[in-house]
């Protein structure tokens, strides 16, 4: 005969026995008011006697019924709230699903006509016109852009479903943070704005995922150049002994207070977004340093400029 399984005791289950507990607990205390006033001698048993007893028991009785059908109405209401968050939960699942679906299937597609319009530019099928070139190089700046919002998204969503794995080697800061500012530097240019390093001279080296850490760094550079009108960006390497810290700084229009926080939220932009951006990059980037079991915010005075922080743990 086959054992009866234990029941696992859901989110759900959880839920109701607190909600029993504190509707008892709610219940409890008008008793314990009666029987502090009969203590304190508020009221005598003897007032019970008679009518008086008949309409107190009465009372009583009301009192327990409403007790009762309160928490039966309650109890409905907590089951029904608790039966919506779960539909929810599944809905939220299933978009989910569908999104790292959707564009894991666009993926493909897309490094095809990539592919394509890179041999027709570097004219493996004859040489093109200025006509031809000047659409075929918007087909590619457009195509690029959607490779990036395609990739963000399955980021994300890898993020979300903890499937992002990592793999872990020693990764050296210096190096790291150089290559990131140089592979900066041509876009940092164009915008007439300055990349500048501090880095100390003893090596700092972290447990991590080398090519996601840069990932991170470029995404809070490219940020930092997007949103900075004059100036430049300044990249800060400390070693605070337990962990690494990395520091972002630009002279940019910064952020509001208020939306320091939000703005690791997907899709949250704040301010005018004339600029180009899927509003992924910052969660991308909050998921890939926790799973580093590092942290990551940002400091701004609007106006003035923003401070964008990494904290890494050397191990693992
Ligand atoms: P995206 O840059 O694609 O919009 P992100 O997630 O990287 O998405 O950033 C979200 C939002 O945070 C940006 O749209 C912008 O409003 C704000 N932000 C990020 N970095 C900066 C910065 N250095 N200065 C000012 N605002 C910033």
């Known amino acids: 005969m086959q054992a009866a399984k234990p029941r696992v005791k859901t989110a759900r289950d959880r839920l109701l026995s607190q909600f029993y507990i504190a509707f008892a607990l709610m219940s409890i205390i008008p008793l314990l008011i009666c029987c502090y006033l009969i203590t304190v001698k508020f009221f005598t048993l003897s007032i019970l006697e008679g009518l008086n007893g008949f309409y107190f028991l009465l009372a009583v009785a009301f009192s327990i019924l409403g007790l009762v059908i309160g928490q039966l109405l309650l109890r409905n209401v907590v089951q029904q709230l608790v039966q919506a968050n779960v539909k929810l939960e599944q809905f939220h699942q299933m978009q989910d699903a569908f999104v790292h679906n959707v564009t894991h299937e666009l993926r493909s597609p897309l490094t095809i006509i ?156 704040v301010g005018p977004t004339h600029q180009d951006g899927s509003g992924l990059g910052l969660p991308i980037a909050r998921g890939i340093v926790e799973l580093h079991h590092g942290r990551i915010w940002a400091e701004s005075r609007v106006g003035q400029g923003s401070r964008f922080v990494v904290r890494l743990p050397h191990g693992p």
């Open 114 to 269: 990539k592919g394509a319009l890179d041999n027709l530019a570097d004219g493996l099928h004859g040489t093109l016109t200025a006509d031809q070139l000047e659409p075929l190089m918007m087909s590619q700046r457009e195509t690029a852009r959607l490779k990036r919002i395609v990739g963000d998204l399955l980021d994300v969503s890898s993020v979300e479903a903890g499937k992002l794995r990592l793999v872990h080697a020693p990764v050296a800061l210096q190096d790291c943070l150089q290559g990131v500012a140089k592979s900066c530097e041509g876009l940092a240019k164009e915008r007439g704005l300055s990349v500048t390093t501090e880095l100390p001279p003893a090596p700092v080296t972290i447990m991590g995922d080398r090519d996601r850490l840069n990932q991170v760094f470029i995404n809070l550079v490219v940020n930092a150049i997007k949103f900075t009108e004059r100036g430049g960006i300044h990249i800060r390497l400390t070693d605070h002994g337990d962990a690494a810290q990395i520091d972002i700084a630009d002279t940019g229009r910064g952020i509001p207070s208020e939306d320091l926080e939000r703005i690791f939220d997907k899709f949250e932009r």
